[in-house]
Structures are given as C-alpha cells and as structure tokens.
C-alpha cells in the first residue's frame, strides 16, 4: 500500500490526493482547485449520472489521474457558456388574433 505524503511530513499531496476540492477557495497550494464526479454535479446543479453521461459522451474536458476523473472548473464554465441558448425574439402580434 503507498503511504500518502502530507504537508505534516514536508512535502505536498500530489496526484489523486491532490484532487479533492477544498472549501474556502479556489486554489490550493497556489496550484488550480480540481472537482471530483460528485463536486462537478454541484457545481453545474445537475446529477452525478449526467456529469458521467457527458464524460462518456466526450462533451465535457476531463483529466483522468488512473481511476479518478476530475474536472476543472473554468472548463466546466465553459461548457455551460458554448451550451447557451439565446431567446428568439417574439414576433409582434396581428390584431386579428392570429
């Protein structure tokens, strides 16, 4: 079993232990703040099954540390800005109703 190293012991997490998000910020140890499958569903507000149906589908960016998957979350903005849609503006009504 691989023993995990801490900042108690000196050195900073690397890899899968690096991943979890902590609460309070967006960085850890200067480096950018990684989500997990289930704090990616609440950061978009949707489930954990669709968060790994757009993984599937290769609709989300990704980085796969062996088993884990984690998400940053300017690339999880991103998808949110290129899924907008924009309203059509009404068409102005005749007065005879139709």
């Known amino acids: 079993m691989r023993t995990?190293?801490?900042a108690e012991h000196g050195q900073q997490p690397t890899g899968p232990e690096l991943a979890p998000a902590e609460?309070?910020?967006?960085?850890r140890g200067?480096?950018?703040?990684y989500l997990?499958?289930?704090?990616a569903a609440d950061y978009l507000g949707v489930?954990?099954?669709?968060?790994?149906?757009?993984?599937?589908?290769?609709?989300?960016?990704?980085?796969?540390?062996?088993?884990?998957?984690?998400?940053d979350?300017?690339?999880?903005?991103?998808?949110?800005?290129v899924s907008r849609v924009d309203p059509v503006p009404s068409r102005p009504t005749r007065p005879g109703g139709r």
Do not use: I, M, N, W
Request: no cysteine; charged share 30%; net charge positive.
């Open 4 to 6: 995990r190293l801490t």
């Open 23 to 27: 609460e309070g910020g967006p960085t």
């Open 30 to 33: 200067g480096r950018a703040r």
């Open 36 to 39: 997990d499958v289930a704090q």
């Open 47 to 71: 489930t954990v099954s669709f968060v790994r149906r757009l993984v599937l589908e290769r609709r989300v960016r990704y980085y796969k540390l062996g088993k884990y998957l984690r998400f």
């Open 73 to 81: 979350p300017t690339d999880l903005d991103a998808l949110v800005t």
